[in-house]
């Protein structure tokens, strides 16, 4: 059994991709780098790689990461400019005994030093989108995101997950946030199971959301009751502190196939692999908080894809 989930319907390519490489027996780190290029090198997806959202400088810091559910080895790369794949770079960082963690001019020193190209992210229209931005009145920082986070299980049972971003749009110069912290924005042991967060890195940060899904799964409870369980009493304890969670949104995968989502956000999607190549589901919750998954059709792709 072979199986890879992503969030956001971006993915939709890539999980057909990466759907094709594993039927060829391909592992499961290719698939998941498949599916995660693919979004990051697609200009439409403004949120992700090249030509992603600008930071209030009008510079494009990308964060990516990606950890090994065998072995839990990382690697990850935070705010780094000009470089089109973070999570090809995180890739290569994770077999190294040290160092596997870099930020900023370092990673972009290591990235040109192993072969990586310097590339332009400010593409034109990433340009445009920013000096619109900063027009705004009154500007609403942060208003724009939206994480490409995947999880893959392969023939084998190996277990990998990996995040891309730009992050926030007009985040502060150098700024973080979950997506290339282990634990946060994602996290994977191939013995249970991986999860993946998107949404407001200040606060999913503050609950180590992914690590709590994957624990939850190992102390018995299955992907669904996992991913649900993780965001309402995370957000429950958030309130105690008088915090109201901003947007948070999980995709998780059990090791034996199984997946779930959970949001609380209206319109979360996300993707999953099937026979024909690639599904898109629109997270709803029933009357009891429990999720239901629904199709999307080629009318709400368009719409979403036309939002900016
Ligand atoms: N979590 C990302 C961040 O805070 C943004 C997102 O996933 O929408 O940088």
């Known amino acids: 059994m072979t199986r890879c989930i992503a969030t956001w319907l971006m993915a939709e390519n890539g999980i057909k991709k990466a759907k094709d490489l594993l039927d060829e027996g391909k592992d499961s780190a290719k698939a998941l780098l498949a ?24 510079k494009v810091q990308l964060d990516g990461a990606f950890m090994d559910g065998d072995d839990l080895k990382f ?10 794949s973070p999570i090809e770079v995180a890739y290569s960082l994770k077999d190294r005994d040290a160092n596997n963690i870099l930020v900023a001019k370092g990673a972009k020193s290591y990235a040109l030093k192993k072969g990586f190209k310097e590339v332009d992210n400010l593409t034109k229209k990433a340009k445009e989108r920013y000096l619109k931005k900063c027009q705004e009145d009154p500007l609403k920082a942060y208003d724009g995101h ?3 986070g995947a999880i893959v299980i392969d023939e084998d049972g ?25 634990g946060s924005g994602l996290y994977v ?23 709590k899904i994957v624990d939850l799964m190992r102390n018995g409870k299955s992907v669904k009751e996992a991913t649900k369980i ?9 309130k105690r502190s008088d915090i109201e969670a901003r947007d948070i949104s999980v995709v998780a ?3 034996d196939g199984t997946f779930a989502a959970y949001s609380n956000i209206p319109n ?12 898109v589901y629109r997270l709803e919750l029933d009357q009891n908080g429990d999720q239901v998954y629904i199709e999307v059709d080629d009318a709400f792709k368009s719409d979403w894809l036309s939002k900016e």
Do not use: W
């Not at 991986?194 to 180590?208: R, S, Y």
């Open 35 to 58: 599916i995660i290029q693919d979004v990051e090198s697609d200009e439409r997806f403004v949120s992700v790689g090249r030509g992603g959202l600008p930071n209030r400088e009008g």
């Open 75 to 84: 690697g990850a790369v935070m705010a780094i400019e000009d470089i089109a």
């Open 146 to 148: 939206d994480t490409i």
């Open 158 to 182: 190996h277990m990998v997950a990996g995040t891309s971003t730009s992050g926030l749009f007009y985040k502060d110069d150098g700024r973080v946030g979950d997506s290339p912290l282990i």
């Open 189 to 211: 042991d191939s013995e249970v199971g991986g999860a993946t967060a998107t949404g407001m890195g200040e606060d999913i940060a503050k609950g180590c959301v992914s690590f």
């Open 230 to 238: 993780a965001v309402l009493d995370f957000i429950a304890r958030l």
């Open 253 to 255: 995968l059990a090791k």
């Open 268 to 279: 979360f999607t996300f993707c999953i692999d099937d026979e024909k190549g690639a599904k």
